[in-house]
């Protein structure tokens, strides 16, 4: 393209001479191809990260609408798990061959005490990434109740967390029908 002559330029401003210009707060950014792809991945990352954190006090409303499990005793298994959910990793988990890389011990705890700190657990589980933790909540031969109180507690507060997939009681090895083995979503990075 050649440069514009004299002419030219006269004849360009006595065209736009009337023409007022917009006077405007706003200021157009222009972003690099790099720069807007950048700014898409972190905005995705949070979207992502955000959907698996557990909002206390949303995963409580939840645990009150959740049909509630049938009490279990001391000495009961219990097992959850989500529709779709591959059978071999499901028996992975319950013989105890998929690694905790997790666990909270609930023993001595109150209900008001244990279910703050279970949920908390979990957010913190699914924020480093972690893929199977175990919660040991004991046999409840101290509980008060019939039942063991922290045993039906994890069993109803576990089935309410939509990052659960499946959870279990642990093998006797590993603190029998006392515990779970608790198989989170996969978190994408």
């Known amino acids: 393209m050649s440069k514009m002559t004299e002419e030219d330029k006269s004849v360009f401003l006595s065209a736009v001479s009337d023409v007022t210009p917009i006077r405007s707060a706003k200021q157009v950014n222009e972003y690099s191809q790099r720069q807007t792809q950048a700014r898409i991945k972190s905005t995705l990352k949070k979207v992502r990260k955000s959907q698996f954190e557990v909002d206390i006090p949303k995963c409580a409303e939840r645990s009150e609408r959740t049909n509630r499990p049938n009490k279990v005793g001391p000495f009961e298994k219990i097992m959850y798990h989500q529709k779709g959910i591959q059978l071999q990793t499901l028996s992975r988990l319950r013989k105890g061959e998929l690694r905790a890389e997790g666990v909270l011990d609930l023993h001595g705890l109150t209900i008001e005490n244990a279910e703050p700190q279970i949920l908390s657990f979990v957010n913190e589980a699914l924020q480093n990434k972690k893929r199977v933790i175990r919660i040991i909540h004991g046999k409840g031969y101290n509980s008060d109740e019939p039942f063991p109180a922290?045993?039906?507690?994890?069993?109803?507060?576990?089935?309410?967390?939509?990052?659960?997939?499946?959870?279990?009681?642990?093998?006797?090895?590993?603190?029998?029908?006392?515990?779970?083995?608790?198989?989170?979503?996969?978190?994408r990075a």
């Open 150 to 187: 922290l045993k039906n507690l994890v069993n109803q507060t576990l089935r309410s967390i939509i990052p659960i997939i499946a959870f279990c009681s642990a093998p006797e090895k590993e603190g029998g029908t006392g515990a779970v083995n608790v198989l989170l979503k996969a978190q």
